[in-house]
């Protein structure tokens, strides 16, 4: 495997859930149960009596299911459900990649939409709170509150921004876009 | 950033999901018929051992899945081999190298790293960087290359580098710097 095969590899990883953590618990429960069912089956088998519920009532209760027993299928089904959902979707993380010749490098959206809050801001100058971005995957938006009787040049402020995304080039591509609110705050 | 098999926890999750389904629509068609279905029969003897083995057989590989998790961590980053004998460089020793020279940088947090073993014979090392939101990025990435450039010098060999710049709690926490 070249450096790079394995950096392209390093940064999918880093950019997708691993699901680990969901396997570890579902099957962790998946275990508890099976060593509760192997139990039973054995005290069944051996005639001797169940601790719970023996597998004859347990298969009764599930042929002739009454209240708890429709409660406890609706919960499975729900469960059931996010487990596919967990399984099949793409568990991407919110992080993009910046290009480098050395190393693999991935960077949380929050600290690129600092980044371009903090660039934007070199422009606007007004107080730091009054400045936030968004970053989505392939979209950043910049939204600000200007001082009231300072007008902000939209023009030059989205100039200021997508400088600092051309300058860092996150992968996937990210679009800017700086939207000005249109009331001012008074003071500073 | 481990070793772990991903598409296997996917097809596992999968398994689990469509056999709970499959059981809550099991309950749920015998108390509103759709599909006719034959009852489970009482289990005989032999069954209830068969259904104890197989029970006994899930808790081992759901077990052994369980504890294979998060494999190919290492602590030795590279061994050199040379004529005087062999020696090897601690995972802490690149990082600390390495965190020497980001800390410096104003909005630098924490620097904390691991290794990992990507195959048999190649080791990543994993920088992570926590940063307040206003840090610099080009600046913390620039400075984390130029000293794994020197490391690359120190050691005399490449190991490849996977740098995280990140914002965590601590960072969340930790006052913004300003210059008014």
């Known amino acids: 495997m070249t450096e790079q095969q394995l950096y392209r590899r390093l940064v999918r990883r880093s950019r997708h859930r691993s699901r680990s953590g969901t396997v570890v618990v ?42 708890p027993v429709l409660i406890g299928a609706a919960v499975a089904a729900v469960l059931g459900i996010v487990l596919l959902v967990v399984a099949l979707s793409p568990g991407t993380r919110s992080r993009h990649e910046l290009l480098d010749d050395r190393m693999a490098v991935v960077i949380d959206d929050d600290v690129l939409a600092g ?32 001082t ?27 679009a800017v876009s700086v939207s000005v609110n249109e009331r001012g705050v008074v003071g500073s | 950033m481990t ?7 996917r097809i596992i999750i999968a398994i689990l999901g469509l056999a709970l389904i499959a059981a809550a629509a099991w309950v749920g068609n015998r108390a509103m018929p759709v599909v ?9 003897t032999n069954a209830l051992w ?19 998790r998060g494999r190919g961590h290492t602590r030795t980053v590279v061994t050199v081999t040379d004529d005087s004998g062999r020696a090897s460089v601690d995972a802490r020793v ?46 913390v990435v620039d400075a984390v290359k130029r000293a794994v450039i020197e490391l690359d010098d120190v050691l005399e060999t490449r190991i490849p580098v996977l740098l995280h710049v990140a914002t965590g709690v601590r960072a969340s926490f930790a006052r913004e710097q300003r210059v008014h």
């Open chain 2, 50 to 68: 068969i259904a104890a083995a197989t029970a006994l057989v899930v808790v081992v590989l759901a077990l052994l899945w369980v504890f294979t």
């Open chain 1, 115 to 146: 980044a371009i809050s903090h660039a934007t801001n070199r422009e606007a100058r007004v107080p730091a709170e009054r400045i936030s971005t968004v970053v989505a995957r392939r979209r950043g938006v910049v939204r600000i509150t200007p």
């Open chain 2, 36 to 44: 006719d279905v034959p009852a489970i029969p009482a289990p005989p």
């Open chain 1, 26 to 67: 579902a099957l962790v429960v998946l275990a508890i149960v099976a060593i509760y069912a192997g139990i039973e089956s054995v005290l069944a088998a051996t005639g001797m009596p169940a601790l719970l519920v023996s597998p004859v009532d347990a298969i009764d209760a599930i042929e002739n299911p009454g209240t």
């Open chain 2, 94 to 139: 690149a990082a600390d190298f390495i965190t020497e020279d980001v800390s410096r940088i104003v909005d630098v947090v924490s620097v904390a790293s691991r290794a990992y073993r990507t195959d048999k014979k190649t080791v990543a090392l994993e920088l992570r960087v926590t940063t307040r939101r206003s840090a610099d990025v080009r600046l």
């Open chain 1, 148 to 174: 009231s009787g300072v007008p902000l040049n939209t023009a030059s402020l989205t100039t200021a921004a997508e400088q600092l995304v051309a300058a860092l080039d996150p992968r996937p591509a990210l």
């Open chain 2, 3 to 9: 070793r772990s098999n991903r598409i296997g926890n």
